[in-house]
C-alpha cells in the first residue's frame, strides 16, 4: 500500500512512501526502509540540465527502469501493464526528487515520467535569460570540444552540413524525440544534402 505525504522540505512536491508489503516487491529500487534513494546529488535547477540528465539516465539503465522514458505506455489491456505503472510511479517519483522545486512543481500533474522527461527537455526554452545564456554557453563548449577549428575546408563544410542536421532535428516536436535520438545519438550524423 502507498499514502501520500507532503514534501516537509520543500512544502510543494508530494512524495509517496511505500509500505513495507509493497516495498519489498520493490526492494531493487527502494532502500531498506523502503524510502526512495537519492538517485543522484545533482538536483535539476534549470541551469545544469546536462549533468543532470546524464546522471538520472546512468541512474535508470543501471536499474533496468529506462524503458518509462523512451517509450509511450502500453494499452492498459496488455499484461505487462501493471508493472509498467509500477515502474511509472516509481520514476515520477525520483524524477520529482532529483529536481529543484520550482522546477518539479510544474511538473507533478503529469500522468507518465516519460512526459516528465520529455518536458523538462523543452521546457528549457522558459528559463530566465541568464540561465539560458549560461545553457548555450555550456552546449557550445561541447560544440568545441566536438567539432575542433579546422582549416579544412571540407571538414569546415563537414561540421556545418552536421550543425543544420542537428538543428533540423531540434526543431521537431516531441513526437519525433525517438527519431532524434536515434540520428544524434549513432555518433554518424547524416548530411542534410547526401543522406536525408
Known amino acids: 500500500m502507498e499514502e501520500v505525504l507532503d514534501n516537509p522540505s520543500t512544502g510543494v512536491a508530494p512524495c509517496v512512501r511505500l509500505t513495507p508489503s509493497l516495498a519489498s516487491s520493490s526492494s531493487s529500487s527502494l532502500s531498506v526502509d523502503g524510502s526512495f534513494p537519492q538517485i543522484t546529488t545533482v538536483k535539476l535547477d534549470g541551469a545544469n540540465y546536462v549533468t543532470w540528465k546524464a546522471t538520472v539516465e546512468k541512474y535508470l539503465i543501471a536499474r533496468g527502469k529506462a524503458h518509462v522514458i523512451r517509450r509511450d505506455p502500453p494499452p492498459t489491456t496488455y499484461p505487462t501493464f501493471d508493472r509498467w505503472e509500477q515502474d511509472n510511479a516509481l520514476v515520477c517519483t525520483l524524477l520529482w526528487q532529483s529536481m529543484a522545486p520550482h522546477v518539479s512543481g ?51 563544410a563537414c561540421q556545418r552540413d552536421q550543425i543544420r542536421v542537428v538543428q533540423y532535428l531540434e526543431s521537431l516536436g516531441p513526437e519525433y524525440m525517438h527519431l532524434r535520438q536515434q540520428i544524434i545519438g549513432s555518433g554518424d550524423i547524416p548530411s542534410l544534402t547526401r543522406d536525408l
Open 106 to 156: 510544474p511538473l507533478m500533474l503529469l500522468p507518465t515520467a516519460k512526459r516528465i522527461w520529455d518536458q523538462v527537455r523543452f521546457r528549457r526554452g522558459d528559463l530566465p535569460l541568464a540561465t539560458h545564456y549560461s545553457h548555450f554557453v555550456g552546449l557550445c563548449q561541447q560544440l568545441d570540444v566536438y567539432m575542433p577549428l579546422t582549416t579544412d575546408l571540407t571538414e569546415v
